[in-house]
Nanobody, 128 residues
Framework: QLQLVESGGGLVQPGGSLSLSCAAS????????IGWFRQAPGKERERVSC????????RYADSVKGRFTISRDNAKNTVYLQMNSLKPEDTAIYYC?????????????????????WGQGTQVTVSS
């Protein structure tokens, strides 16, 4: 059964750090790009970061560049999101998702509709 499970969220003070994990099962992780997304209350879901199937290419939203780092360990079937210098505006539910297939599923794309198999999400709250 294809599944993505996020973990690692929690409450952290501004300036703090968290490391999120996205554990994959039921498919060959290296065959797909994986994206991290977030949705804050009352806001649309946005893509935070994406990593290609090989890990050789990464993408970041402007709002997190220089603070977040995405990585993957295909042998452990896990994708990570290291979040440093957290700000209150980073508060959201964070989700991971895989490319849905189609053309070149190992590559990151901008359109969220090209991602599927969403996890249940993990809450990140940045507050003093």
């Amino acid at each position: 059964q294809l599944q993505l499970v996020e973990s690692g969220g929690g409450l952290v003070q501004p300036g703090g750090s968290l490391s999120l994990s996205c554990a994959a099962s039921g498919f060959t992780l290296e065959s797909y790009a994986i994206g991290w997304f977030r949705q804050a209350p009352g806001k649309e879901r946005e893509r935070v970061s994406c990593i290609s199937g090989s890990g050789g290419s990464t993408r970041y939203a402007d709002s997190v560049k220089g603070r977040f780092t995405i990585s993957r360990d295909n042998a452990k079937n896990t994708v990570y999101l290291q979040m440093n210098s957290l700000k209150p505006e980073d508060t959201a539910i964070y989700y991971c998702a895989k490319r849905s297939g189609g053309l070149l599923p190992k590559l990151c794309v901008t359109n969220q509709a090209d991602f599927g198999s969403w996890g249940q999400g993990t809450q990140v709250t940045v507050s003093s």
